[in-house]
């Protein structure tokens, strides 16, 4: 097995073979030290800082930065209308002090900017992505400027032939400059435009008598036979010390040594061996072991970071169309969602920023998050916080949609995408949650779909440039051209990675997420996902009839539905409802029902993709997090609270499952799933009511369950007598309107995962289930308990101000669950308030009410 290696540091590196210094990655903080200040003009109104009109307002600015954070920093952001960037210039400025020779370096400018030292011209850059280093003589008091010129007069000037030009992305002539896409997608991203110094700017002193100073780390890792070497470098501004040494520490104190020596001026090398390291899992399949890397310089303790061991490759079986990870040698189901942005409008890249959503992934049963192409790309703590948690990272390089045939050796962009593609590699090499890189969203698809010819549909910077430069530097992780890419069509979701929407936005039925062959679908399942109650009050929005509702839900450009048609032809097909009377006549049983077929459709199809013999080997869903307040793609809404489909997803994606999977004549089929490093033994309980509540079949199976496997069983085989599950031979009446698969620890054990089965989906086919509820408070947190006489099919709660831990779920007759509830108002010096809500269920004739 080809163990790899991640180390976790902190700042953008530039390329050791990149015309510029090879820094490596910051571990001691060189920031500017100076008062940042923001201000607005004209387009070309000043072409420089002396022609800035002298009456001109700065504001305090944060930087690293936008000007849409320094903005919500003044008061003056507004997220519902955020206002348009790209028609100004913006000017950031700042003073300090020095003198001598010195390094500047920006680690991202957006996007089209010009730095001035002390009304000097010293860069032009029109690169997001990239970092800039520049020697700078100072002068004592110095001031630093930094204009982002507007970008809608510059892109105007830009033409070029194209083959195609997508919709979905405006304007056009993006495809000339190097920015995040992020604002420029009508219909599903609020226009929140990236201007300014989005990352860190610095300052090192190359002669400073700190040896310290400006340091940064450059480290690799591979295994021999079986056993971890790690190889680290340390880049000096000034000259190197004569030698070091170097310690990697595991648990429990663990400590691996090796030395440090000079290899030239500015550098110094070693390496550790660690003798059978312990490996890097994705949470769902084992521990995410990590390591704290350690260097002493004449006396000095650095920390440089945390690694972990793991290797990444894809199917090998040879089987024709297959695409499927394998994490240190294991199949893996892969499932998570993509990620818009941890912070749209300042870019934030902080551990606070991502660790809120990605706590929130990880909690709902994630192990993979994918950042689109349509997206940013993420600071260092986002990829920091997922080697933590455990969560695979599936990253595409920010191309998307757009003709970038013109690209190549010599040609265009190319070697500022160069930089770009290799600086990140670089810089994110010491990841071990990075698994897969994709050149591009949807290039090849637009192509296709846009009427190209099928010899334009793949494109030299996808199929020869990145693959090349990943190769070169990150030969530890899967490279994928294009998603979607394979098969006859580049969409075709039986072959390769797929943007799978059969089931949702072409409102295919259920059947067809197994009649399609999905292999993965790394976007798939976008609904407007409704938010619960307390999210829509406390956001205003107006009633359902508003034209302000329906300017929040999601559309694709120039489509003449949106995706809450999407969710309605669901609820009609499933559910046997007319949404638009279901909308006027009764608005709270509409949202009801809204929330609970998305959740239905959801854990249909991931139950069918990860049943045992299923083609497919991931989902990802489009999308995490809504973006602005609404019924978003976002299965968690924008102020951070779960909505049903992340509810559903988490009981659906747990590593201990049963799945109930409907074979027609053939039956039920339960699945039982083991991701877990460990071999359990697990009891399976099976029962079929009759109107929710008499039990007219039942059985029980103790089962032992290897590590990493799953078995499949037939219901039918579980019973002495024929019984007919599905009521598909329909031989009278329906014996059974409720099937549910429990899976215990053992006998007598605790509920690990329960799967339900309804042979009649229609919203008004069970009884009611009399819920009863009792509120308590122990030990000052507060505990609801719900208990139903009947089953209760998707029963949630809605509280004022409280989050039950767990949400809309299942209830089986006789049975309880004990939730907690979570005190989710605003921090202040009040105590919390009791909790009060109501407790609803599909099935229920009206919601029950608690008070505290």
């Not at 998307?400 to 290799?422: C, K, M, Q």
């Not at 004022?800 to 049975?815: D, I, K, M, Q, V």
Request: net charge negative; glycine share 8%.
């Amino acid at each position: 097995m080809t163990l790899q290696n991640c180390l976790d540091t902190s700042v953008v590196p530039v390329c050791e073979d990149l015309p510029a210094r090879r820094p490596g990655i910051a571990v001691v903080s060189a920031a500017l030290d100076g008062e940042w200040a923001w201000a607005q003009t004209a387009a070309g109104a000043a072409e420089n800082p002396a022609a800035l009109h002298p009456g001109v307002a700065w504001l305090p600015a944060p930087v690293p930065g936008t000007v849409a954070s320094a903005l919500r920093a003044a008061g003056r952001w507004d997220d519902a209308a955020p206002p348009p960037l790209h028609a100004h210039d913006h000017w950031y400025r700042a003073a300090f002090s020095g003198d001598g020779r010195r390094v500047l370096r920006f680690n991202g400018l957006a996007t089209v900017a010009e730095v001035w030292l002390n009304g000097a011209l010293v860069l032009s850059t029109r690169h997001m992505f990239v970092a800039h280093e520049v020697d700078v003589d100072l002068a004592g008091d110095n001031v630093l400027h930094i204009c982002f010129r507007a970008l809608e007069p510059w892109l105007r000037k830009q033409r070029g032939p194209v083959r195609w030009k997508p919709r979905m992305i405006v304007p056009a002539q993006l495809r000339a400059v190097r920015t995040t896409l992020l604002g420029h997608m009508p219909g599903w991203c609020p226009p929140v435009h990236a201007v300014g110094p989005w990352r860190p700017v610095e300052l090192f002193d190359p002669a400073s008598d700190d040896i310290l100073h400006g340091l940064r780390v450059d480290q690799w890792a591979r295994v021999q036979d079986q056993d971890g070497v790690v190889s680290v470098r340390l880049h000096f501004p000034a000259s190197a010390p004569a030698s070091g040494s170097l310690e990697v520490i595991g648990e429990a104190g663990c400590r691996y040594a090796g030395a440090l020596s000079r290899i030239d001026r500015h550098t110094l090398a070693g390496a550790v061996h660690i003798d059978r390291p312990r490996l890097w899992w994705p949470h769902t399949h084992g521990d995410p072991n990590l390591y704290g890397v350690e260097a002493t310089i004449e006396g000095r303790t650095v920390q440089c970071g945390r690694i972990g061991f793991r290797s990444v490759s894809l199917d090998e079986t040879g089987e024709s169309g297959a695409f499927a990870l394998h994490i240190n040698g294991k199949r893996m189901f892969c499932r998570g969602a993509c990620i818009s942005s941890v912070d749209l409008p300042g870019l934030a890249d902080t551990d606070e920023a991502s660790r809120r959503w990605l706590e929130l992934a990880r909690a709902g049963g994630m192990n993979m998050v994918r950042v689109s192409g349509v997206t940013c790309y993420p600071g260092e703590a986002f990829y920091r916080v997922c080697d933590e948690l455990g969560l695979l990272v599936w990253q595409d390089f920010m191309f998307a949609n757009f003709d970038y045939g013109s690209i190549g050796p010599g040609v265009g962009l190319t070697e500022d995408i160069t930089r770009e593609v290799g600086e990140w590699l670089a810089s994110t090499r010491t990841h071990p949650s990075i698994a897969v890189v994709c050149g591009a969203s949807e290039a090849e698809q637009q192509a296709a779909m846009l009427g190209a010819a099928r010899s334009e549909w793949k494109q030299p910077l996808f199929e020869a440039l990145i693959p090349d430069l990943v190769a070169a530097h990150r030969p530890d992780i899967v490279y994928v051209g294009n998603s979607p890419t394979g098969g006859a069509w580049p969409f075709q979701p039986d072959t390769g990675v797929s943007h799978y929407y059969g089931v949702g936005a072409y409102q295919r039925p259920l059947a067809d997420a197994r009649l399609a062959q999905v292999r993965f679908a790394s976007e798939c399942l976008a609904f407007a996902n409704v938010p619960c109650d307390r999210t829509l009050a406390e956001s205003g929005l107006p009633p359902l009839h508003s034209p302000r509702w329906k300017s929040g839900v999601p559309r694709d450009a120039g489509a003449s539905w949106d995706f809450e048609d999407v969710r309605e032809h669901y609820l009609r097909s499933l559910y046997d409802v007319d949404p638009s009377r279901l909308r006027y006549e009764q608005p709270q049983r509409y949202l009801m029902l809204s929330r609970a077929v998305v959740a239905e459709v959801m854990t249909e199809v991931f139950s069918e993709w990860r049943r045992v013999g299923s083609s497919c080997a991931g989902g990802l869903v489009w999308q995490f997090q809504d973006l602005l307040p609404g019924t978003g793609w976002g299965i968690v809404d924008a102020c951070g609270r779960p909505k049903s489909a992340w509810h559903a997803l988490k009981q659906a994606w747990q590593p201990l499952q049963v799945l109930i999977i409907d074979e027609g004549l053939n039956g039920l089929h339960l699945h039982v799933l083991n991701e877990t490093p460990r071999p359990r033994a697990l009891l399976l309980e099976l029962r079929c009511l009759r109107d929710g509540e008499v039990v007219v079949a039942q059985a029980r199976q103790p089962l032992w369950l290897p590590a990493h496997s799953a078995e499949c069983m037939e219901a039918a085989a579980l019973l002495d007598r024929f019984f007919d599950f599905t009521y598909a031979y329909r031989f009278g009446p329906p014996t059974h309107d409720v099937v549910v698969a429990t899976l215990l620890a053992e006998e007598g054990g605790e509920p690990l995962s329960q799967a339900v089965y309804l042979p009649d989906r229609r919203a008004a086919a069970l009884k009611a289930p009399e819920l009863q509820a009792r509120l308590e408070c122990v030990d000052d947190d507060w505990w609801i308990t719900i208990t139903a006489r009947r089953f209760a099919r998707w029963v949630h709660i809605e509280d004022h101000a409280y989050r039950a831990t767990e949400n809309w779920f299942h209830l089986a007759p006789g049975s309880s669950r004990r939730l907690r509830l979570v005190f989710d108002g605003k921090a202040g010096g009040d105590a919390a308030p009791a909790p009060s809500g109501e407790i609803y269920a599909l099935n229920a004739e009206r919601p029950l009410g608690y008070d505290g």
